[in-house]
């Protein structure tokens, strides 16, 4: 049999596949109008004639759904081997935001975690937020080791400043003579996109950008010289998805000015290119992964909208659509507000917050009540809410690394994993849940192949190029 009749008929077999889910989904479309006393959000199930109930539904305000409120089922009791029999049964008639799986840490460790296609199972760290790790970098997830801080390389540092995580990077990736000549000192990973590094250097009290490639194993240059050196807190970094440009927000140095703004710097000229002061101190941001470099999603962007999330047009700054109501509580979203990101197709945006205050002594001795979060989804088009999940932690929130609470994805994109702790028990626990699947055919019969082959076996399916990078989450500029 000749290659391309083999790729014809794996084609056919997806479509057919497709149909099948299709048809499934409509099944469930039925029963939930029929058969169902409530409906949390059926919009996010939009084929064909749900598209009508979608309309009606989009003015409604998120569904809030506390973890204990979804629970069906010890899933924690399965080997490893049958949770991915049960996601896949599962999956097919469970409506979005339903609880897939639960299982404790050590049993998503020793393998539920894989067997439900997530790719990260590491959802602990000890490391502390802006000293050994940064919102975008965690050394546990990374595996950094501590290299020896003895040798006479590092006499000239205070071994108190010293952190994992600079202490790997400016051992491993910065020149000699840059370190040792120059003097120039790593404080911290300001952000990271693939292979690429965004490093927070100084050097004679002035804060400085580095960039390496991990693959090449080379440092790329400087960029983004300041007048005075800022503490890691005031920093913030994004690489775009093309990996050509780099967004970071930083106070202002300008004389007779306060305040923070956004520097946009193309990485492969390391020049500035677009410049705009920002209203607020604690906007956090994210670039869209559907978008070159022409899209981001920011908190707070705008004056007197301190609870707001915004698309924005880079590097024009052109606001496309605004939600003036993120957090249902309070009026500002600073200091709960911990993290913004996309979910891997873009269509959907998660804010997660975080009880504030330090609670690191009663942390480890879990005397103290644990810290609720809360995950809001918006819809990566309008920045309409879609859904809220709360559940509660053992961390602190203003020290604790990111990870301890962070919801993860799964490589299929349409599942999220969460780690909690219940009142009753101080045991952590994991919870999956199932995410809306939106978009187009395509987007949708990529979660279904996603489905039904392993991530290691994408590369090597017999398809065109632009298909296999499209399985892979890898947008068609790339």
Known sequence: MYLSDYVTGLRTRLVLSY????LECVLVYIKC???????????????GSMDRYASRSKSRRACRMGTEESRNGNYGLMCASAVMANMNKQVQSARPWSLLHQCSLEQWKKGHGVAAAFSETTMTCN??????????????????????KTEPFFSFRRKSKFTMMAEHFEYNHIPAHLSSIQNFHVNSVLCCQGQTVVL????????????????????????????????????????????????I????????????????????????MSEISLPYNHTLFVFDPRFCTSRIAATSFLEAEDNSLSLIGVPSWEVVTTNSRVDDFNSSLNP????????????????????????CKEKKARKCHPLDVSVYVFDGDSAQT????????????????????????????????????DLETPIDHVQIYKLPIRGNLQNRCRVRILHTFPPESIPHLPLPGKL?????????YL
Do not use: W
Not at 35 to 44: A, E, F, K, L, R
Not at 348 to 355: E, V
Not at 468 to 476: A, E, K, T, V
């Open 127 to 148: 490391g502390v937020v802006f000293k050994d790790c940064s919102p975008s970098f965690c050394i546990n997830r990374q595996g950094l080791l501590n290299v020896n």
């Open 386 to 421: 879609l859904h809220c999940i709360q559940y509660h932690r053992y961390a602190c929130g203003q020290h604790s690394c990111l990870v301890n609470y962070m919801p993860v994805l799964s490589e299929c994109g349409s599942r999220m994993a969460i780690v909690l702790n």
């Open 33 to 47: 109008v029929h058969g169902c006393t409530h409906y949390n959000n059926i919009s996010d199930l939009s084929l």
């Open 468 to 476: 296999i990078r499209y399985l892979g989450f890898q947008p068609d």
């Open 19 to 22: 149909c099948v889910y299709k």
């Open 249 to 272: 927000k930083l106070p202002t140095t300008r004389v007779g000015s306060t305040g923070f703004v956004f520097q946009l710097y193309k990485l492969s000229t390391k020049e500035l």
């Open 200 to 247: 927070h250097l100084v050097r004679n009290l002035m804060t400085q950008f580095g960039i390496i490639d991990l693959k090449a194993n080379k440092f790329l240059g400087i960029f983004g010289n300041q007048r005075v050196e800022f503490i890691n807190e005031a920093l913030r970094g994004e690489i775009s998805p093309d990996g050509s440009l780099c967004l």
């Open 336 to 359: 709960n507000l911990k993290d913004l990101k996309y979910s891997r197709d873009g269509h959907l945006i998660f804010a997660i917050m975080m009880t504030s205050g330090c609670h």
